[in-house]
């Protein structure tokens, strides 16, 4: 057994929410999951410091989450500390073209400031979830899109270092990938846009959020694409082509609107999404002889 006196003692603190057998859950938007031995909520830098180099001491493992909307967590919990960011890295500032926000900042509450301020360039991130800090870690966007291409600099906290900046040509981007050590936490990224008018960035925010509407499954509990589109091909087409749209395994299907998304119907575990996966891995390994990669993030799998 993990001594977690350490963290018990910081609970009193001020800055920093700790929650004991939190539920994961409620920490994801697929709405699944055991529970993580320790869910910290760390309001300011200093107490962020604190919150790692006490995990460090105890040898805990821990992992960052935004809003969980790319993560898969496992119905046995995660043997660790599941750390979210919150107040002090909540703010954003405008300094002309360029926007700089926190990492806990909602995505949608970026994007509604690049159209209040007039600035182009983040319109491919409307009706994406997630924070900040996730979708820079994760880069996301569209297929010919994405975040990366808009970020002026990034700060990040380095575990038992201390802060790191890392310019725009510092950083590799890749598809929803980033060349920001895994380990370093995303504390602020600046965005550098280009000014344009309200009606051209609403239009083209628009269009973007109707074919969301259009191609993708509403209201169902889901992380998105479970898997990356192999070079040149889409994974949905080839998924819906092996005629897998609808197939379950208890509360997990794939789902009938877009081939790529596997949602909980309501009681799905994550034994179901990932017996769902790997039936649609198999049968479109057998039929294209394409070996499909996920894009989810599993969490509390290991071992
Ligand atoms: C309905 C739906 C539609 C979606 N559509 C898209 C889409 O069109 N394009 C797209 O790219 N994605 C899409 N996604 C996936 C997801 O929304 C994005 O990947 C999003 O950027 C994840 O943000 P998050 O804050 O939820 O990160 P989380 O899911 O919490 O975490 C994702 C990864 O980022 C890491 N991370 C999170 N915060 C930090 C931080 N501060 N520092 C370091 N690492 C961090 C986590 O450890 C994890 O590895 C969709 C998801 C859903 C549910």
Not at 107 to 116: D, G, R
Not at 247 to 269: E, L, P, Q
């Amino acid at each position: 057994m993990r001594d977690l006196s350490r963290l018990e003692a910081l609970a009193t603190a001020a800055d920093v929410d700790v929650q004991f057998d939190a539920k994961l859950s409620s920490c994801t938007t697929y709405r699944i999951g055991g529970e993580a031995d320790a869910l910290v909520t760390v309001h300011s830098y200093q107490m962020l410091n604190h919150v790692i180099r006490a995990l460090m001491d105890i040898e805990m493992p821990w992992v960052v989450l935004g809003k969980g909307s790319n993560v898969l967590a496992s119905d046995d919990g995660y043997r660790g500390c599941v750390i979210r960011l919150g107040r002090e890295f909540s703010r954003m500032q405008v300094e002309g073209s360029l926007i700089t926000a926190g990492a806990a900042v909602p995505l949608a509450k970026l994007v509604n400031e690049t159209l209040t301020q007039r600035l182009s360039g983040l319109e491919s991130c409307a009706g994406i979830p997630g924070t900040v800090g996730g979708a820079v870690s994760m880069d996301a966007g569209s297929r010919h899109e994405w975040i990366g291409r808009s970020v002026h600099d990034v700060v990040t906290y380095r575990p038992g270092v201390g802060m790191q900046r890392y310019e725009r040509h510092q950083i590799e981007w890749g598809y929803r990938w980033c060349s920001i050590p895994g380990d370093e936490i995303i504390l602020e990224a600046t965005f550098e846009l280009k000014p344009s008018t309200r009606e051209a960035i609403a239009n083209e925010m628009n269009r973007r959020m109707a074919r969301r509407r259009a191609t993708q499954p509403i209201g169902k509990p889901c992380c998105g694409s479970v898997f990356r589109n192999p070079p040149d091909r889409s994974v949905g087409a080839l998924i819906e082509d092996c005629g897998l749209k609808g197939y379950a395994v208890g509360g997990a299907s794939v789902s009938t609107v877009h081939a790529n998304f596997v949602v909980n119907n309501g009681n799905a575990t994550a034994i179901d999404v990932v017996q769902v996966m790997n039936h649609v891995h198999d049968e479109v390994k057998e039929r294209y002889g394409i070996d499909l990669t996920p894009e989810v993030k599993f969490l509390g799998f290991e071992g």
